[in-house]
């Protein structure tokens, strides 16, 4: 299984600046120039919402202050305008091979 | 609009049998392939096992194999997870989860809690 480690576990960040969440694979997820790759957020009590998909398509109406960046192995998402509805769980997936495999998950809070 | 629901989900006792259901809506059901994914209470996600469109594949994560049995009946737009010999362990959320592409999830249902204890 493709093991996906995430960091930080947490973070804090003030209002207006910039959160960096990033994500190791065990393997590539790199092929046919495509990376297998989704990002998704998790807001307390709810289920989880897809953000980005292929590590960089933003999904529709996903605001534009969420990038996904990295290929290979390295990936990064990049929130650059830390706003007050951010705060949640945010979560790298790879459906390269199966079983898709998550990430254990980075917290986002305000400082 | 395109949605998920889950049911079925309780309290059950270790070894005990529960079956969930996912009512979905609003798209082609039979066209895409379905996920279950569950979530330990303050834990991470983990995918459980899936099911192609048209019922034809299907896998399990190794630690659910030989005791959970994932089924679809299109003609209803409904997906099935049997669950048997449960145990603590099993304790978590379920969602079921709509298969995009090659393999992301979108959307989610909103889950249902499966708790095994005595």
């Known amino acids: 299984d493709i093991v996906m480690t995430q960091s930080p576990d947490s973070l804090a960040v003030s209002l207006g600046e910039r959160a960096t969440i990033n994500c190791k694979s065990s393997?590539?997820?790199?092929?046919?120039?495509?990376?297998?790759l989704a990002w998704y957020q998790q807001k307390p009590g709810q289920p989880p919402k897809l953000l980005i998909s292929w590590a960089s398509t933003r999904e529709s109406g996903v605001p534009d202050r969420f990038t996904g960046s990295g290929s290979g192995t390295d990936f990064t998402l990049t929130i650059s305008s830390l706003q007050a509805e951010d705060v949640a769980v945010y979560y790298c997936q790879q459906y390269y091979s199966t079983p898709q495999t998550f990430g254990q998950g980075t917290k986002v809070e305000i400082k | 609009e395109v949605q998920l629901v889950e049911s079925g989900g309780g309290l059950v006792q270790p070894g005990g049998s529960l079956r969930l259901s996912c009512a979905a809506s609003g798209f082609t059901f039979s066209s895409h392939w379905m996920h279950w994914v569950r979530q330990a209470p303050g834990k991470g996600l983990v995918w459980v096992s899936h099911i192609s469109g048209d019922g034809g594949t299907i896998t399990y994560a190794d630690f659910v194999k030989g005791r959970f049995t994932i089924s679809r009946d299109n003609a209803k737009n409904t997906l099935y997870l049997q669950m048997s010999s449960l145990r603590a362990e099993d304790t978590a959320v379920y969602f079921c989860?709509?298969?995009?592409?090659?393999?992301?999830?979108?959307?989610w249902g909103q889950g249902t809690l499966v708790t095994v204890s005595s």
């Open positions: 989860a709509r298969g995009i592409g090659s393999g992301w999830f979108d959307p």
């Open positions: 393997q590539s997820l790199l092929y046919n120039n495509k990376n297998f």
